[in-house]
């Protein structure tokens, strides 16, 4: 089922049910590694941050000022792991609500001994809202969210005007939008919806070559073999006029 109507002719009456809040997520199940375990009870109270309807203070949970970059959804970490490392004078925060995910990041981030990334598993949406305060963001990263491939339920995906709009608000001026799919038709959606938003600029002539901060995954790298395109997006927060 659709979250919103289709035409105007579905418009919700008075008694209609209240349309679901936009989600950056679905829950699926996974299955939790013994890794993933000990990481997520060793390492979850350092680097997993607890969910509150209060601003956060990244100089105190880094313990530096540094360019702030979110990441919504990052799956189980590896390029997130491999991105942080490769900005180390960039502070990450992930959010993630897979706990096998989380798991993963966690132990990439002991391995690699990372010290510039948080977790959040939690709904980035109600992250963004109420507690990444407007104008803080470097950057936010969007890699292959789920496409949701089947045309009635295009509506479920994340990249729609209105998330667009409230998103771009926690983006400083000049700061970036990152968005990479490897589904055509969601790519085409992305790049109307961002490109409709008045408050970014397109910082290529359509879609972007991948930044070289980005790494391959394993599953790109595997439809790349078989021809399968990837496409990234980039898109910056126009500056205020002088």
Known sequence: MSDTPDSPDQALTPDSPPRRAI????????????????????????????????????????????PLV???????????????KTLPEHDFIGCEVHEPGVGALLKLIDEQQLSNIRIFQHDAVEVLEQMVAPGSLAGVHIFFPDPWHKKRHNKRRLIQPDFVAKLVQHIRPGGYLHCATDWEPYAQQMLEVLSAEPQLENSAAGYAEKPAYRPLTK????????????????????????
Request: hydrophobic content about 40%; cysteine-free; overall charge positive.
């Open 23 to 66: 989600k950056s997520f679905v829950v699926r199940a996974g299955r939790m590694g013994t890794g993933q375990i000990k990481a997520l009870a060793e390492l979850g109270p350092r680097y997993v941050l607890p969910f509150k309807p209060e601003r956060l203070n990244p100089a105190e949970v880094f313990g530096r000022e540094a």
């Open 70 to 84: 979110l990441e919504i959804g990052f799956g189980m970490g590896g390029a997130t792991a491999q991105i942080a």
């Open 219 to 242: 599953f790109e790298n595997r439809g790349l073999k078989l021809g399968h395109g990837v496409w990234d997006l980039v898109f910056r927060r126009r500056q205020p006029a002088p």
